[in-house]
């Protein structure tokens, strides 16, 4: 298998419009968590045109909600949640600034339409491995939505973080890719 | 009569909650093994190493597999000759589940309400499903279930005409409609007769099988060959990626049913089948 590439984030559009479906890519910098109580929040400031908590254009959001750190600990595990009930907010996310998604599951049409007008990309990092991710996380810190507990938005500091992109910018779609080479029905 | 008291139940249910979450069992940890050996696809292979590695960090270091530690579904089989001093069953077990879950780190992802949605704080209360049984035992199975194999999975009340190949088919397209969702390499219950929400119930309860274990009812064995074969045909694989590697294992619960009904449930359980039990 190739090699990957290594990106920091915030990402640019030129960064986005390199990378392909099938990608490896190791992100460092900083990566944003929400999921689906923090999305609806963000969606609504974002439908009244009110400003966000934290500023996440060129940013990258990554769909968690970790278990809490155990003692001496940065952060407990933290593997990805299913993008897709994301969906219904994310197309005007992107349209605000947002350059990457890391999560697990297919996007809607509406997503990646929203990602190719926009130029934004989509990670996958492995469902499940909550444990082995959580070690290239080297700082978290809750930074909007405390009150959410486990749903909060963190602010986390990533080293060499894993991801394979699902979809790029020119609508291929890995896991459509996967299945079809590997179907026997 | 035997008398247990609430305490101790809580005192082991908190114990099942961790152990369950940072625990793999061995019977699933062999079949990611033989799994890794027979996947055909390089990305499937990596993702398997990756969920082996993951397993291992785990367990050695004491903490949850994955992030999603999941709601408690608790099964009690309660020997008919037992007494509980001391306190409710079912308030021993939430009493349980929340020293579990806040004494092991795991993350407390239960919602008061499903409409209102906030968050009770303390992971309670528990999914509770008691049984009687003969006897003075009593048997606490915690099961820790996650959203994302649970959101895949789905019941359909077919006609009885659709006979086995209705099954069959409800079975291979809410695999394929989940996709990489629930975190394949995933194990399939079904649960097929009884009621609507007994066929649920058989589904969630057919989860709880050792994996290489089989109905002991030839034709149900039968059947949940076949229906591996069939989910491994869709080529889903490891993470959804692509691959052969799609289940590993399909489980089939039966219960008889209305002349005019033929109920069928799927659950999906990721890989990660998190389960721990205990006999009081």
Redesign the interface.
């Known amino acids: 298998?190739t090699e990957a590439i290594t990106l920091q984030t915030p990402l640019s559009d030129g960064d986005v419009e390199k990378l392909h479906a099938g990608n490896r890519v190791l992100l460092n910098g900083v990566l944003y968590t929400a999921r689906d109580?923090a999305h609806k929040r963000l969606h609504e400031l974002l439908q009244a045109g009110k400003p966000l908590p934290v500023d996440l254009r060129g940013q990258v959001i990554y769909y968690?909600?970790?278990?809490?750190?155990?003692p001496g600990r940065v952060i407990?595990?933290?593997?990805p949640?299913?993008s897709?009930r994301m969906d219904v907010y994310t197309p005007a996310l992107i349209a605000y600034g947002l350059k990457g998604m890391i999560g697990?599951?297919?996007r809607s049409q509406d997503v990646l339409d929203a990602m190719k007008h926009y130029k934004a990309v989509y990670f996958?990092a492995?469902?499940?491995?909550?444990?082995?991710l959580?070690?290239r996380i080297k700082k978290a810190e809750i930074v909007a939505y405390e009150d959410?507990?486990?749903?909060a938005i963190y602010r986390l500091e990533v080293e060499d973080f894993p991801v394979?992109v699902i979809n790029d910018v020119r609508g291929r779609d890995?896991?459509a890719?996967?299945?079809?080479?590997?179907?026997?029905? | 009569m035997r008398e247990i008291k609430a305490s101790d139940i809580t005192a082991v249910v908190a114990e099942l909650c961790m152990r369950a979450n940072y625990e793999l069992g061995d019977d699933v940890h062999d079949a990611l093994e033989d799994a890794l050996a027979r996947e055909?696809?390089?990305?499937g292979k990596?993702?398997l190493s990756?969920?082996l590695?993951?397993a291992e960090?785990?367990r050695s270091?004491q903490?949850?597999?994955?992030?999603?530690?999941g709601v408690a579904v608790v099964f009690a089989e309660l020997g008919q000759d037992v007494h509980i001093t001391g306190g409710s069953l079912s308030e021993a077990i939430n009493t349980g589940v929340a020293k579990g879950y806040s004494e092991g780190?795991?993350?407390?992802?239960v919602v008061g309400h499903p409409l209102e949605?906030k968050?009770t704080?303390d992971n309670t209360p528990a999914v509770i499903y008691t049984e009687t049984v003969p006897g003075d035992r009593l048997k606490i199975t915690v099961a820790a279930k996650g959203?994302?194999g649970e959101?895949m999975s789905g019941i359909s009340m077919l006609k009885p005409s659709d006979g086995a190949e209705g099954v069959k088919r409800f079975v291979?397209e809410t695999v394929k409609a989940a996709?990489?969702?629930p975190?394949p390499p995933i194990i399939v219950g079904v649960g097929i007769g009884g009621a609507m929400e007994k066929a649920a119930l058989l589904a969630k309860k057919a989860l709880l099988r050792r994996i290489g274990e089989h109905n002991a009812n030839p034709a149900d064995a039968e059947l949940e060959r076949e229906l591996l074969r069939?989910v491994n045909?869709?080529?889903?694989?490891p993470?959804?990626?692509?691959?052969?590697m799609t289940a590993l294992a399909v489980n089939v619960e039966t219960y008889p049913c209305h002349i005019g009904s033929l109920p069928v449930a799927v659950n999906i359980q990721?890989?990660?089948a998190r389960y721990k039990e205990v006999m009081l």
């Open positions: 298998m109580a968690t909600g970790p278990t809490p750190a155990k407990g595990s933290a593997g949640t299913t897709g697990k599951g297919p996958g492995t469902g499940g491995a909550g444990a082995l959580a070690r959410l507990g486990p749903e394979i890995l896991y890719e996967g299945v079809r080479a590997y179907a026997k029905t | 055909e696809s390089p990305l990596d993702v990756q969920l590695e993951n960090i785990a270091e903490v949850p597999m994955c992030q999603d530690t780190y795991l993350r407390k992802s949605r968050n704080g959203a994302g959101n291979v996709g990489a969702n975190c069939l045909d869709t080529g889903i694989g993470a959804g990626l692509g691959g052969r990721c890989h990660a």
